[in-house]
């Protein structure tokens, strides 16, 4: 079992950066599938990005080359970069964990633990 807690959300211009953090407690997230996802008013969940238990990353094409996730086995945190932000990566951001491997990373249906969500919104 694990507990998240997501922070780093904020306001910032078109083309700025942030860094989300989600720090877990419990269980190691190492051997954890982790992803985030972000959510709009009016539309579904949607997967950001997702970091294998074996390391392999799988991103969503329109954040691709944008946003970079990784973690810190030590530290039990997960991060999500975000560069050269747009007004349409608004939304809250959220993030997950699943102890079992799945068949779609990016689709949320088998994440069981997932953070607090923390608000991005970008604009001028």
């Known amino acids: 079992q694990v507990h998240l807690v997501d922070s780093g959300g904020a306001s910032v211009q078109p083309g700025g950066s942030l860094r989300l953090t989600c720090v877990a407690s419990?269980?190691?997230?190492?051997?954890?599938?982790m992803a985030w996802f972000r959510q709009t008013p009016g539309r579904d969940r949607e997967g950001i990005a997702c970091l294998r238990a074996g390391g392999r990353i799988t991103t969503e094409p329109s954040v691709r080359g944008r946003f970079t996730i990784s973690k810190d086995v030590i530290t039990n945190t997960l991060f999500l970069q975000m560069d050269r932000l747009k007004s349409e990566d608004s939304g809250m951001y959220y993030c997950?964990?699943?102890?079992?491997?799945?068949?779609?990373?990016?689709?949320?249906?088998?994440?069981?633990?997932w953070g607090q969500g923390t608000q991005v919104t970008v604009s001028q």
């Open positions: 419990g269980d190691t997230i190492d051997t954890y599938w």
């Open positions: 997950a964990a699943s102890q079992f491997e799945l068949a779609d990373c990016l689709f949320d249906i088998g994440y069981r633990y």
